[in-house]
């Protein structure tokens, strides 16, 4: 398997090409803030065909890419119902204006073909196999995808900014809610192999078994559940 990602833009969002190997059809999980040039040198880099862009969640540093990436490949966008306002209207997302000289860079709306995820489904994509939970709290519409282990390659879970090295997504947006957070931790992560390797929306790669041992909202949720506390006191604000 092929996954080739890179930060991108002002918050430094992960953005991954998925792939069975090189030479073959992708996905494209959250093209943000200037992926585009990102996306490009990737897909030609592995001689790659992209099929669909993925994405975790509405925020505008997850999606403002989206519709230059699939006009340019005629691919769809999946994301989920409760966050697909956000691509008209990322403001509305942010309680706040984004600033002005960032919005001159952004392209803002919907691609011309977009499908609702749902919690459960499995997508059958360029040959891969992924598997989508709801998983909210940073937002309303948040989710995950998870991949099954494949002959050497460990089980991948795409957490975007639900789950980071060492701590979780900011909860203090609109749609954001603590409690939320810690149950879909709980409930989406927890159950995960330790060997599950973590690709999030920000930040370095890790493991369900590091974070297990060491990230202190995964070690709340598992001691005591969501009802021990919100993380927003010490989780730091990486991205929106």
């Known amino acids: 398997m092929l996954v080739a990602g890179f930060p991108a833009g002002a918050w430094g969002t992960n953005c991954y090409l998925v792939a069975p190997a090189a030479g073959e059809e992708c996905v494209i999980i959250d093209p943000g803030h200037q992926a585009t040039q990102g996306v490009e040198e990737a897909v030609a880099k592995h001689r790659l065909k992209p099929v669909a862009v993925i994405l975790t969640h509405g925020h505008i540093d997850h999606v403002a890419s989206v519709v230059p990436v699939c006009g340019a490949h005629d691919v769809p ?24 000289p960032l919005m001159g860079e952004l392209t803002i709306g919907e691609p ?12 059958e994509l360029a ?21 099954p282990e494949q002959a050497d390659v460990p089980p991948v879970f795409f957490s975007g900014d639900l789950l980071f090295s060492g701590s979780v997504g900011r909860t ?49 949720v ?19």
């Open 77 to 100: 966008a999946w994301i989920h119902p409760a966050d697909r306002y956000m691509m008209s209207d990322p403001e509305k997302a942010l309680g706040r204006a984004i600033g002005q």
């Open 112 to 123: 011309d073909d977009v499908e609702e995820l749902s919690d459960g489904a499995r997508l």
């Open 127 to 147: 040959g891969l196999e992924l598997t989508v939970a709801h998983a909210p709290g940073h937002t309303k519409g948040s989710v995950t995808f998870r991949m």
């Open 172 to 220: 203090d947006l609109p749609g954001g809610d603590p409690a939320e957070i810690l149950s879909s931790l709980a409930r989406v992560c927890l159950p995960l192999e330790d060997q599950t390797v973590v690709l999030s929306g920000h930040g370095p790669q890790t493991t369900i078994g590091r974070e297990r041992a060491t990230n202190p909202f995964m070690r709340q």
């Open 222 to 240: 598992a001691a005591g559940g969501p009802e021990s506390g919100g993380p927003d006191a010490a989780a730091p604000r990486r991205g929106m």
